[in-house]
């Protein structure tokens, strides 16, 4: 009565479960995020958990049981090798995992955040841009896919066009805030958070440069990003800002 399915999915991470097995957490391509059980897959010898490794492309032939699913055979398909030798690349790539891990729901597939988690390993493994960039150009897409894209054309506040100069990145409002309406924001009502912490910087300033290249992320894929020209300075901006809005719009 078992039923039986294949599915190629991203292994995002596991641990151990009971005495000898893993519990495998997946982002499949057409069933969305999974917990799966592999039975033995603690054993030394386990063929099964070679094929298992977090942060690889594999296919899974599922088997489903009462209490859980189980992968009951694995073949990896893409293993990242190049990214799997750079900690900084691990990394980006393991903040990700967490991310999905974190914020979207059992079983509920969306091939576009599939599509996006591989792009992001096949970029971490070309290494053209660097593991930061990756990581934050990943977290605004993942976000965008989760209906949280920022606004980054019009104030947030009133409504008019962006213009270059004295922008602020408004973690609460989803967007930016123009200098005009930034300096009558002290009569405006202060926009509570469920994260304390982080009340005290409920904006921050963006540069033109970081608003333009934030916007490209959002309208292209991780191929044509690659040409992107940022200095270290960029990118520590845009990978505060976007750690930061992550924070308010997750939680
Ligand atoms: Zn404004």
Known sequence: MDETYLTEAIILNRQPFREDDLQITVYSR??????????????????????????????????????YDYAGSAV????????????????????????IVGSVKEGVPDEGIYNLTLDLLNELNRGKLKPTLVSAFFTLKFLSRLGLAPELYHCVLHREKIQPGGNRFDF???GIVCPKCHASTGSLPEMSHPVPSLS????????????????????????????????VKIEQEISSLVDKYYQYAIG
């Open 76 to 99: 990896s398909a893409d293993c990242f090798g190049l990214l799997k030798s750079d900690l900084e690349k691990i990394n980006a790539a393991n903040k990700a995992a967490k991310m």
């Open 30 to 67: 057409d069933r969305g995020k999974l917990f799966l059980v592999a039975r033995g897959g603690r054993k030394a010898k386990s063929k099964l958990a070679a094929h298992l490794e977090p942060l690889c492309r594999t296919e899974i032939m599922v088997v489903r049981g009462r209490r």
């Open 200 to 231: 005290k910087e409920s904006n921050l300033p963006i540069s033109d440069n970081s608003i333009k290249i934030m916007r490209l992320v959002l309208q292209q894929d991780f191929g044509q990003l690659k040409k992107i020209k940022t200095g």
């Open 172 to 174: 609460a409002r989803s």
